[in-house]
């Protein structure tokens, strides 16, 4: 499983680069496949969003026959991706018993849409995800009522999708309860590519209406800060 | 300010090499200056760990008199680094108004600890310091608490030091109140380097009095599962 980075070659790590150039098969969500510049001795497999299993027993299956196969997923392939499924299917099937599986870390999206605004996330952080495909929404706002009574700074992952509208709007709502409507707010957009965009905002000043799937969030602490020109800081010292 | 990722080539990413190659400056703890290969043309600064806004006070020094200055970290800048320090100092005086600062993003220790671990963080998970030389240990706890009432799994930084040895204990005590002694827990030392340890225990197994000032530990939510072979896993369906 193999982390491309947020976006581009900039933030693709050679240990990434060596295992993509040594694999037979690449196997992902197709949008992640067709990042990777196309190469005659690689077979390429892009498959739809939501196929998270069937595609890890898909590349098990290819390993078996001996190919060497890159799971690859945008980020990290260890929060949010690929990872978790593939070691799953891999252990819970006995003819994957021989299959050797590594992670090949990758720069996170909150990590670059952090470092394109300043320091968001320079002091303790939640890493958050908003869907509720895969979790009730009830875990989501259990974690974000966490989130706000440890102070913590929250890095939030799929605020939307086509379907899902209303969850930036309900977190927002449930962390207005308990934050000041000025924290500083990223968010950042299409971060490492020709269409990136980062705006700094506040918790009452962020637009749940405009969401869409690319977007990562961060939002501040009670201690998070905009400075001169904009920059937004968690500083790592913390009052008494 | 660039991250050199937890250690190694393998995990530098191209854009920090490139910062790097074109610094005339490299500033930074000493240890991690002393990662980088010696460039003659380069001034290499390597001072003690602690006086952070000294450093980032003379690196922006450095800088107005018109060099190119990498503050350089481990792992990634933004996170317990020097981003928000140089920031702050930078915003702070009038003299630096005009000064460029940017941060280029590394991989994190807690993501390259769970990667040679499988997916401990394949889920929400909270990214929390232990030490308490710049904040109280009281919002130490209460963010604890916080992490234990929202189920995330936690990836803890500076559990120890040579005069702080009794965080880790507390924090087992008190994680312990809330979640089930078995709950796996990945202790990562030297990651990347020859000297790399990965061990899986449980957040009972855990022994305190073994910590040093180079482990990044992982703790695991009440999904995370121990596989066939060790491999750690947070899956990333929750149950209803």
Do not use: C
């Not at 969500?29 to 510049?37: N, S, T």
């Amino acid at each position: 499983m193999v982390g491309l980075g947020p976006a581009g070659r900039d933030w693709l790590t050679p240990q990434a680069m060596a295992v993509l150039a040594a694999a037979d098969d690449i196997v992902g969500y197709a949008p992640y496949v067709d990042r990777l510049p196309r190469n005659p001795r690689q077979q390429r497999h892009g498959s739809d969003n939501r196929a998270e299993a069937q595609r890890a027993e898909f590349a098990l299956d290819l390993a078996l026959r001996g190919r060497r196969v890159a799971v690859v997923s945008s980020g990290d392939p260890g929060v949010f991706a690929m990872a978790s499924v593939v070691l799953e299917a891999a252990a819970g099937d006995e003819r994957f018993a021989d299959v050797p599986v590594d992670v090949v870390p990758g720069i996170t999206a909150a990590q670059a849409v952090a470092s394109q605004a300043g320091a968001p996330l320079g002091h303790d952080y939640v890493v958050l995800s908003l869907s509720d495909r895969l979790k009730p929404w009830e875990v989501i706002a259990r974690r974000l009522e966490a989130a706000a009574a440890g102070d913590f700074a929250i890095a939030i992952y799929n605020p939307a999708s086509a379907s899902r509208r209303q969850q930036l709007a309900d977190a927002r709502e449930l962390l207005l309860a308990h934050r000041d409507p000025g924290t500083p707010v990223v968010v950042g957009r299409a971060v490492g590519t020709s269409e990136q965009s980062v705006t700094v905002t506040t918790l009452d000043g962020l637009d749940p209406d405009q969401v869409d799937m690319q977007w990562l969030i961060n939002v501040g602490s009670s201690q998070t800060r905009i400075l001169r020109g904009g920059t937004v800081i968690t500083p790592r010292r913390y009052p008494d």
